[in-house]
């Protein structure tokens, strides 16, 4: 999946385990931009009696790069506090109707730092803000009524910024039962190598919730020298971003409490810039550290990009349907563009060979997510809106950012699969299935919203039937 379970010892600390970076332009306020890091995958609504919250002992982070060094310029640093009001053993001893409500036993609060690099080695940090709100997860009916009035309380506005750190729907959505069941697309079923009856996928992060924090702020606060132009081909539009999660080097506990205390600097074990980067390229023996480092460093695993896995995997699990793919020796310089560097201008050109895209932030290779801020949200009602973005031809969405309905999955299979080699290498012509690879899943939570944070409101304990685990053999 996007990032939820990808490296062998952050999926055991899932409350600094990144699982999600969106970034994009408002659809209706100009010159404003959203980015969204999700944190905590996995989560049950009816997770009780110790629901899911942010770690008191992370720090949690958004970077934002505006040079061509892939460095953090900006970050945005939020710290959590958690208090106890009584010694019950229950999260809520009544209903929560506000977020100061004495029946609520377990509240959060947050603060926002905003760092800037000044110079080489100068920094300025600048307080936006403390003990902002953390609405409650989403109880159910009885514990937390109005549950999306009391959740919209929670979201902070200083100036002409927007904060916002709860639990949300998760928006990602992929079918992990058939793609890690040897690389199987159900659309595709009859054309694998164990073949069984083809069928939509199926979306297994629906009904999972996750924890959010958001930020909508003017990109002025985001390009370098705070003067962005309306000029696309400018380059100091282009953002590169991603988000990290921090510990302290050690961890002591404690027979006293019975607690864990951190000890030591902080230490990145976390971070997140495009989707599937490290679940999908990064070898598992580097994952981990890949965790650690920063995207300037990101050149070791260049390798990975240019030659791609699953590249060699596709061609052996549907066998005759990818002939070209299989027989491509060169490296993916497509791949390269897209995720290390950013595609430059030249290259998404129009019907008379105009250029209307780039995304280019120099030769420092490095998994940022990145937006160009001077190209307009594209109408969702609009023909030239597709969940498949710049490979839909869609200038608007990923990897021009990401926004929540972009079918990152089905990008990624497409240009691993040979869509995007013609841009860098005309002489190629792709299979034709690469164009149409999928998995089969749709976005299937509740309906995201209008507005900040955009992401759809937990669902809530009370309210959420869980699965089954019934055994069916399809082959049988």
């Not at 009885?142 to 919209?152: F, G, H, I, K, V």
């Not at 900040?452 to 019934?470: R, V």
Request: proline content about 9%; hydrophobic content about 35%; aromatic content about 10%.
């Amino acid at each position: 999946m996007s990032s939820h379970r990808e490296a062998p010892e952050i999926s055991k600390d899932p409350a600094a385990d990144s699982t999600d970076v969106y970034a994009f332009m408002h659809p209706t306020e100009d010159d404003q931009v959203v980015i969204i890091a999700n944190f905590y995958p996995l989560q049950q609504p009816n997770g009780g009696p110790n629901f899911y919250e942010f770690a008191d002992d992370v720090l949690y982070e958004i970077n934002i790069s505006n040079t061509n060094k892939c460095q953090p310029d900006v970050t945005y640093r939020f710290n959590f506090r958690t208090e106890i009001r009584n010694p019950s053993f229950l999260y809520n001893t009544g209903q929560i109707t506000s977020l100061d409500a004495p029946e609520w036993n377990r509240p959060q609060t947050y603060n926002v730092v905003r760092l800037e690099k000044m110079g080489r080695r100068n920094e300025k940090a600048v307080q936006i803000g403390g003990r902002f709100p953390v609405p409650p997860v989403n109880v159910g009916p009885r514990s937390t009524p109005n549950y999306e009035d009391l959740a919209n309380s929670a979201i902070t506005t200083v100036g002409p910024r927007k904060f916002f750190a709860g639990q949300r729907t998760d928006a990602f959505f992929v079918d992990l039962g058939s793609i890690f069941d040897l690389g199987a697309l159900r659309p595709f079923n009859g054309a694998h190598l164990l073949p069984m009856a083809a069928m939509d996928g199926i979306n297994s992060v629906q009904s999972y919730n996750c924890h959010t924090i958001a930020i909508q702020v003017p990109r002025s606060d985001l390009v370098k020298g705070g003067n962005p132009t309306l000029s696309f081909k400018d380059r100091k539009n282009t953002i590169g971003v991603w988000a990290t999660a921090s510990r302290r080097n050690a961890r002591i506990f404690e027979d006293k409490s019975g607690t864990y205390k951190g000890a030591g600097p902080k230490k990145q074990v976390s971070r997140l810039g495009n989707p599937l980067f490290n679940e999908v390229l990064v070898p598992m023996t580097q994952k981990d550290k890949w965790n650690t480092t920063e995207p300037k460093n990101d050149s070791d695993y260049a390798d990975t990009v240019l030659q791609p896995e699953l590249q060699t995997l596709l061609p052996f699990l549907y066998p005759g349907v990818f002939p070209n793919l299989e027989a491509y020796d060169k490296p993916r310089a497509d791949l390269a563009a897209i995720l290390l560097t950013g595609i430059p201008g030249g290259v998404v050109n129009d019907a008379d060979g105009k250029s209307i895209f780039q995304n280019y932030t120099g030769p420092v290779q490095a998994d940022m997510l990145r937006l160009n801020t001077a190209i307009k949200p594209t109408d969702p009602e609009s023909d030239s809106y597709s969940i498949y973005g710049v490979v839909g031809g869609d200038i608007g969405g990923f990897p021009n950012g990401r926004r929540l309905e972009d079918d990152v999955v089905g990008i990624s299979l497409r240009a691993v699969a040979g869509a995007t080699i013609p841009l860098v290498d005309p002489d190629y012509t792709p299979d034709e299935t690469a164009a149409q690879l999928r998995d089969g899943t749709s976005y299937t939570g509740d309906p995201l919203l209008s507005d900040f944070p955009f992401l759809a409101h937990p669902g809530g304990g009370y309210q959420t039937t869980p699965g089954t685990s019934t055994f069916e053999d399809p082959a049988s």
